[in-house]
């Protein structure tokens, strides 16, 4: 790490119109965030034009702090409203909202923020200092590693489900399912479409995942409109975290970040996973793993750490070797290219200060998030305070239009809604969401990475037994799923000793 | 309010057209098929601006991206009304589509406007993997068939490129993975996981050349050879396939389309604009950063090219989806 550059590039990035820059960037990134069916991507593909008359250095700094912000936004939906501002956040409203409506609104908004923003700084150390060697290493992360490390997460579907377990597996299975149509992976061919060419690119991850949370909690807000939480003095107490908070969630943020960070780091998986495996790392290394889904501090903390630590692991891979880690890493290439500066392994030789103002706008737009936040929870919870009269059409405004605005489509929308009135059939079934979106984000991935690795190996599966990370992680996987099991044996054993 | 601005939009439409009725009346829509930020929707966004710049329509041009798979926003077109305001912007993808029987439509559906700009590929394979021809790497397959592994987008432009690449020698055969596109498979090459795919000639000088044009020793894989009719300027040292004595071209062009009907007028039109684009200087600076040949085709010598591709494509495409 060169500390020289850093200082550098911080410095520049405080003059007032850089630094104007990437407060606006910030906010408007929380903003976006916030705002259910508006994502961080369109932000940025937005800004993009704006961003030709920039000279470079200033693009930059603008563009990482929108998407530091947007992934950080997110969270004040999934808390208030249970709906998750960004796909991202959707392991956030399991624990956010349940503490939220328990009268602590501040106490889970504050835990959240402050967990992104550990998250982001831990991402940040790792970007900062061993950019090249890790993405070198991502490299040689193959189909069969991606599947057992997807397989991990898969694990879940099983443990996330409150209640009835069959219920919890209905609910994984239907998403899966719902994942299926569209090109096989293994073939290039359309399948699962009925001839219906519109199914043709599958079911996408924003209208499903918005329909279902979103729109499911508009219509059932609706059906008792008049209803408004019982309104409790809000302290700032809780809202900063203690040190005695620091001791008890210390292990959980460390391991939530870092999972955060590799996630980040390995291309095309994305921020939605990284919060998942988080989660579910959190949950079955939890003495109360019964707490989560109900209010659990840990499940928010495991949530929010990972999802900010993924920004800042995606650009690891971008800077070191030109290879976008996510869709808004993918834009942020198209802006490099528009001033003529070509990502890829000789970036750091060629425009090291360009990569530079990159690393330290993470870190700057990192505190300034935590700062703009922490400091306007007291307003921000107000929110959940609104009339619902007036903040449900606004939501479902903005749920049309981003769904629309994916791919210009009204088939968006209409799945949307769709799924939004399926969603809250599943509620009123007392069928658990959360296996649904686990299935649905991971099933393709893990289908994907199956058969490419089965297409390299002619359909030998040994190299899950026999190459060493694929190994770790099926056995990870399995301890993971009976965890709760033997935890429980041994609970019970040291009971009856007594 | 919106009928202000109707009027207004209406106003000044009859101050820009010559004549009343005349093509075009509106704004014309180009939908490109893919997702935003992609090489078709950064190639249609350049075409607009040079456009707009030189005002060489009367009518702006408003660029659509329909996300999702590319026959969604290809079919929309397709059953567009034929009124001249409608154009389609795509690639070989179309008549892969077509050949594989993944599409129910193709190519013919279509009035073809223009063809643009083209890139090739280039067959790559590791540093270290000892093979340094195009001759020893299909030798290879054809001694070992089915053992060395291809990354591919399967259906697309790089599975189709690879299933021609092996055919150029009877028996010799790859096995075809699906990694993705152009990055993923930089990326799953350089971490050995597979042993050979193709890049386009941007991507190749972006991951293995020095910003002066020397080779970057930290690169893990090499180039074989230029897919195209004439050598890559910016990789001038690399022979051409026909130099080596196979029978291959594999290039891409832009390929714009109109709804079947549209009236001549608006085909002539719209070609017209896009030939005066390309002559632009931000077209021309785009090409560069893209490694792009220039070229412009309309009318019969398109027709023609559109056949020969369709000619060579169509067994390939059959190939490349048979298990």
Redesign the interface.
């Known amino acids: 790490m060169d500390v020289e550059l850093l200082f550098a590039a911080a410095s520049q990035i405080l003059n007032p119109w850089p630094f104007f820059l990437l407060f606006i960037g910030t906010s408007l990134g929380i903003l976006v965030g916030a705002i259910p069916g508006m994502t961080g991507a369109m932000l940025i593909a937005l800004t993009l034009p704006l961003t030709f008359y920039m000279d470079p250095f200033n693009a930059i700094v603008l563009l990482v702090a929108m998407y530091v912000g947007a992934i950080s936004g997110g969270l004040i939906t999934a808390t208030l409203l249970r709906m998750p501002g960004t796909p991202a956040a959707v392991m956030t409203t399991f624990d956010g909202y349940p503490m939220a409506r328990s009268g602590k609104p501040g106490r889970a908004l504050g835990l959240g923020i402050t967990a992104s923003f550990i998250g982001g700084l831990i991402a940040w150390i790792t970007l900062a200092t061993i950019t090249k060697p890790l993405s070198i290493f991502a490299t040689k992360f193959g189909p069969f590693e991606y599947f057992t490390l997807i397989m991990m997460a898969m694990v879940l579907i099983a443990s996330v489900s409150e209640g009835s377990l069959a219920k919890g597996l209905i609910s994984g299975l239907l998403g899966m399912l719902i994942s299926m149509p569209g090109v096989d992976p293994a073939t290039g061919m359309p399948r699962l479409t009925f001839d219906w060419y519109m199914l043709n690119g599958g079911l996408k991850l924003l209208p499903v995942l918005i329909g279902v949370f979103a729109v499911s909690q508009i219509i059932k807000d609706a059906l008792d409109i008049g209803q408004v939480p019982e309104r409790i003095a809000m302290s700032s107490k809780g809202m900063l975290m203690s040190a005695k908070d620091f001791m008890a969630q210390g292990v959980n943020l460390i391991r939530s970040s870092l999972i955060g960070t590799w996630v980040g780091i390995l291309p095309g998986i994305g921020a939605s996973i990284g919060s998942v495996i988080a989660y579910t790392a959190a949950k079955n290394m939890s003495k109360t793993p019964e707490k989560f889904g109900t209010g659990s501090e840990e499940g928010i903390v495991a949530s929010e750490a990972a999802n900010n630590a993924t920004v800042g692991g995606a650009l690891i891979p971008l800077i070191a070797m030109g290879i976008p880690g996510s869709v808004i890493d993918a834009i942020l290439i198209g802006a490099l290219m528009i001033h003529s500066i070509q990502p890829g392994p000789t970036l750091f030789l060629t425009n090291a200060d360009i990569v530079w103002g990159m690393i330290a706008a993470c870190l700057l737009a990192n505190v300034l998030m935590w700062l703009l936040m922490t400091s306007s929870v007291k307003y921000i919870a107000g929110l959940m305070y609104l009339p619902r009269s007036f903040v449900l059409p606004i939501v479902m405004v903005f749920c049309v239009i981003g769904s629309f605005a994916l791919n210009n489509t009204m088939f968006d929308v209409w799945v949307m809604l769709i799924f939004g009135v399926m969603g809250f059939l599943m509620e009123c079934a007392k069928i658990p969401l959360g296996p649904f979106v686990i299935g649905f984000v991971l099933a393709p991935l893990a289908e994907e990475k199956l058969r490419s690795g089965l297409m390299m190996t002619a359909g030998d599966f040994s190299p899950i037994f026999t190459r060493p990370l694929p190994l770790f992680f099926t056995i990870l996987a399995v301890i993971l799923l009976l965890w709760p099991i033997i935890g429980d044996w041994m609970r019970k054993r040291r009971a009856s000793r007594k | 309010m919106s009928r202000i601005l109707i009027s207004l939009f209406v106003g000044l439409s009859l101050l820009t057209s010559p004549v009343w009725g005349a093509w075009p009346e509106k704004p014309i829509k180009v939908i490109v098929p893919f ?3 992609g090489t078709s929707d ?1 190639t249609a966004r350049v075409f607009q601006a040079a456009m707009k710049e030189n005002n060489l329509l009367s009518q702006p041009v408003t660029i ?6 590319y ?2 926003g290809s ?1 929309q077109v397709m059953e567009a009304s034929p009124d001249g305001h409608t154009f389609l912007l795509i690639h070989i993808a179309l008549m892969g589509g077509e050949g ?3 599409l ?1 439509f193709g190519w013919r559906d279509f009035e073809p406007v223009a063809a643009t700009g083209e890139f090739c590929v280039l067959p790559m394979v590791r540093k270290d993997s000892g093979i340094n021809s195009v001759q020893e790497l299909l030798s290879e397959a054809k001694t070992n068939p ?1 053992s060395l ?1 291809f990354g591919a ?4 432009i790089n ?1 189709l490129a690879g299933v021609m690449l092996q055919e150029l020698v009877p028996g010799a055969k790859f ?6 596109g152009g ?2 498979n ?3 090459l ?5 042993n050979a795919t193709v890049l386009s000639g941007a991507e190749v000088v ?2 293995t ?3 002066d044009g020397s080779e ?1 020793p ?2 893990q894989i090499k180039p074989l050879a230029y897919t195209g009719a004439a050598r890559f300027d910016q990789l001038s040292d690399l022979p051409t396939m026909k130099e080596l004595g196979y029978d291959m071209e594999f290039c891409i062009k832009s390929w714009w389309f109109a709804p079947k009907g549209t009236p001549k007028a608006a085909i002539e039109g719209f070609a017209n604009a896009l030939e005066a684009s390309t002559s632009t200087d931000r077209y021309q600076k785009f090409l560069e ?1 893209k490694g792009f040949a220039n070229l412009f085709l309309g009318g019969n010598d398109l027709q023609q090219d559109l056949q020969n591709t369709w000619t060579a494509i169509e067994p390939v495409a059959k190939l490349a ?1 048979k ?1």
């Open positions: 997702k935003a930020g950064q659509v991206n329909v996300g999702g798979h026959s969604i079919r594989s029987g993944a129910n089915d592994i987008n399967l259906g697309a599975h096995r075809f993975v699906q990694i993705g990055t993923a930089y990326t799953a350089t971490g050995a996981q597979t972006k991951f050349r020095m910003p970057n930290e690169a950063s989806s298990k």
